[in-house]
Each structure stands twice: as structure tokens, then as C-alpha cells.
T-cell receptor, first 119, second 113 residues
């Protein structure tokens, strides 16, 4: 099956620094990638939808200047948490949609997640 | 608006017992997809099943079975003869025609040996 990777799998950083998380589709091209955030013992909340070659669409309440998303190629999207603070500590999960299918609701593949801890 | 409700926050069962996880959804779309995912402590989402809105046929896969009833907007998940390895958080999700996923709040299942 299709594989989506995330790097790093976990990261610890100091407050005020920026952290970049990569999401890659390894064996398919993804025109669209999604970024989710999951706080402990809570559900996944969609942060933004990333489309290759265009600006990301952010969900209400998500600061676009704080969570920078770049989808520069069909296999890579990055999420940069700028000036991270302890409240940004969370589990970040990306998913990618295979561009080859027209009805691609069933071909959204999730990455393994990145655990961010901001001290 | 789309909404997925998993009323059971935590469930504990003794190994070999059967357990049913409930999922109720809301949508105005006639075309949609329903999913179940398993999230073990490692955090990675494990895909279990996808069902489209036009297919109400129940499905069985080994010890897992799913009951989809459009009349009650429910998509329940049953694990038969539960095992310790089934301990995880289980999420029900709905995907609409915009291909956006809406997740329930999850049910944490603990299987006691």
C-alpha cells in the first residue's frame, strides 16, 4: 500500500525556536496533503489543507503566520512551527491524497506522526 | 455540518469478551465515506475499514465486524473475542465530497488479560 513518511518522528525544542516537519509520499504523487494536530487524549483536528504549487488553506482558528505550510512538490509538504511555545506541543499528523484517482476519498494515506515538545 | 460522535470515551473489557464501539454521524451529503482507524500508543493511525454511503452491507474481517445503518446514522464496530493487542484508541471518521476528514473524539479500549 501507499506509504507516507514524516520526519522527524519526534522533536524537542526550546521556546522561541522554529521547527520544520516534513511529510513525504513515498510511492505516489500527492496534489493535496492535510495537516492535523492531536493533543493528548483528544481527537485529530484538521489544521490546513496543502495543495501543490499554491497557498495552503487554513482552518478557522489556525494562525497561518505561525504554522507555515509549503507544498513545493508532488511528494513533499512541510509544516514549520515558527517561534514555538509550550502550548504548541502536540502530535502532528499529515495525510496525503493520491492524485491518480478521481474519486480519491478512499486514497488518503496518513503519516506516522511527529511528536513535538516545546520546553 | 459534518459531525462524528463517539459517545464511549473509555471501555475496558476482559480478554476474550466481545466489545462494540459506537459511532454516530451527521451529514447532509448523500455521498460520503465512513472509516474506522486504530491508534496504538505509538500514535500511527492504522486503517481498518472504509464504507461508502451507498453500501450498507455489513462487513466481517476476522474478529472485526462493522454494522452500518443509514436509518440511524450509525457505523458501529465490534471486536469479537478481544485480545490484549486490541488495546488502543479507535477513531471513527467521515469524509465528505470535499474529501475532508472529520474525526470522532475516539474510544480508548483497554483489554485486560
Amino acid at each position: 500500500g501507499a506509504v507516507v513518511s514524516q520526519h522527524p518522528s519526534w522533536v524537542i525544542c526550546k521556546s522561541g525556536t522554529s521547527v520544520k516537519i516534513e511529510c513525504r509520499s513515498l510511492d505516489f504523487q500527492a496534489t493535496t496533503m492535510f495537516w492535523y494536530r492531536q493533543f493528548p487524549k483528544q481527537s485529530l483536528m484538521l489544521m490546513a489543507t496543502s495543495n501543490e504549487g499554491s497557498k495552503a488553506t487554513y482552518e478557522q482558528g489556525v494562525e497561518k503566520d505561525k504554522f507555515l505550510i509549503n507544498h513545493a512538490s508532488l511528494t513533499l509538504s512541510t509544516l514549520t512551527v515558527t517561534s514555538a511555545h509550550p502550548e504548541d506541543s502536540s502530535f502532528y499528523i499529515c495525510s496525503a491524497r493520491d492524485r491518480r484517482t478521481r474519486h480519491y476519498t478512499d486514497t488518503q494515506y496518513f503519516g506516522p506522526g511527529t511528536r513535538l515538545t516545546v520546553l | 455540518a459534518q459531525k462524528v460522535t463517539q459517545a464511549q470515551t473509555e471501555i475496558s473489557v476482559v480478554e476474550k469478551e466481545d466489545v462494540t464501539l459506537d459511532c454516530v454521524y451527521e451529514t447532509r451529503d448523500t455521498t460520503y465515506y465512513l472509516f474506522w482507524y486504530k491508534q496504538p500508543p505509538s500514535g500511527e493511525l492504522v486503517f481498518l475499514i472504509r464504507r461508502n454511503s451507498f453500501d450498507e452491507q455489513n462487513e466481517i474481517s476476522g474478529r472485526y465486524s462493522w454494522n452500518f445503518q443509514k436509518s440511524t446514522s450509525s457505523f458501529n464496530f465490534t471486536i469479537t473475542a478481544s485480545q490484549v493487542v486490541d488495546s488502543a484508541v479507535y477513531f471513527c471518521a467521515l469524509s465528505d465530497t470535499g474529501n475532508q476528514f472529520y474525526f470522532g473524539t475516539g474510544t480508548s479500549l483497554t483489554v485486560i488479560p
